[in-house]
């Protein structure tokens, strides 16, 4: 192989693992934001309501027994 065609092969490597990273970093920072409350949309918002709800449906359990 010449140098040409080792230059183009590295480039197109690198090109690749540039969108993979690119791609898995979007991902992430996607879901990151997912777990940051927002006034009830997200999904921790989602989980603190059912925790709420859990913790209320204890008490009553608990006052029954």
């Given amino acids: 192989m010449s140098a040409n065609e080792w230059a ?3 480039v ?3 090109t ?3 969108g993979i990273a690119t791609a898995i970093r979007w991902m ?3 879901y990151l934001h997912e777990l940051v409350p927002n006034s009830g949309s997200s999904i921790k918002d ?3 309501k059912l925790e709420t709800r859990v913790d209320e ?3 009553l359990l608990i006052e029954r027994g």
Wanted: no cysteine; proline share 0%; aromatic share 6%.
């Fill in 46 to 48: 989602k989980i603190n």
């Fill in 8 to 10: 183009s092969l590295a």
């Fill in 16 to 18: 690749i693992v540039a």
């Fill in 28 to 30: 992430v920072k996607h």
């Fill in 57 to 59: 449906i204890y008490v």
């Fill in 12 to 14: 197109a490597i690198v």
